[in-house]
């Protein structure tokens, strides 16, 4: 079965270091999304991506994000100086068609990407 | 500002019981119910709900949506100790509960 892939597992950052979290979503989707996990927390929405842009943000996804979809096949969230409290898990997801809009198309997460800022 | 609120927040279990987990929400544009189960890592896809009062079903595990009181409740029965997860539930825009941890013992 088609998976979500995010690499690295675990990312070490000094404090102020940008860093660049990479996901490869399942080919034919055309939704991509990035969460965060904090630990011991719920899980928050940050960005939502179609067709080369942003179609929906929360109020977390503030100038210090970025994502990108440098070529066919990655999707990148790019966080400029990091803070320690960026410290989580960060999940990418994917889906074929938006969730929620006449279909059974639930969004497919990656094993996440666990961030720690040093 | 749109919320999504479980209940209970941890549950304990033994193996054969039958458990039930809630979810309710108040998102302002909603358009699906999400159950999602993480174990250790990435949340699983369980259900989407879109319609009120239709029953989802995958072997032991249940679901279903109320639309007006704006509420939905996963079932599970005969549970067994890989069920032991937390279950989250996600409205429509993705805006995720706090989850419910269910430990399941032998």
């Known amino acids: 079965e088609p998976e979500v892939t995010q690499t690295p597992s675990h990312q070490v950052t000094q404090m102020g270091q940008e860093v660049i979290l990479r996901c490869v979503p399942i080919?034919?989707?055309?939704?991509f999304y990035w969460y965060r996990q904090i630990l011991g927390q719920k899980v928050e929405f940050l960005v939502s991506?179609?067709?080369?842009?942003?179609?929906?943000k929360s109020e977390i996804f503030d100038d210090q994000f970025s994502v990108e979809r440098p070529d066919g096949s990655n999707f990148t969230l790019k966080i400029r100086s990091t803070k320690l409290e960026d410290s989580a898990m960060y999940f990418c997801?994917?889906?074929?068609?938006?969730?929620?809009?006449?279909?059974?198309?639930?969004?497919?997460f990656g094993d996440g990407t666990r961030l720690s800022i040093l | 500002e749109d919320k999504v609120v479980q209940s209970p927040l941890s549950l304990v279990v033994h193996e054969g019981d039958t458990v039930t987990l809630n979810c309710s929400y108040e998102?302002?544009?909603?358009?699906?119910l999400l159950w999602y189960k993480q174990e250790k890592k990435a949340p699983t896809f369980l259900f989407m709900l879109t319609s009120s009062g239709i029953e989802k079903k995958s072997g032991r595990l249940s679901s279903i949506l109320d639309k007006k009181e704006l509420f939905s409740i996963l079932n599970i029965t005969a549970t067994q100790t890989g069920d032991s997860a937390v279950y989250l539930c996600a409205g429509g825009d993705m805006r995720f509960g706090a989850g419910t941890r269910l430990t399941v013992k032998p």
């Open positions: 998102v302002t544009n909603f358009r699906s």
């Open positions: 997801a994917s889906s074929p068609l938006p969730t929620g809009v006449n279909s059974n198309q639930p969004q497919h």
């Open positions: 991506f179609y067709n080369n842009e942003i179609s929906e």
């Open positions: 080919s034919n989707h055309l939704y």
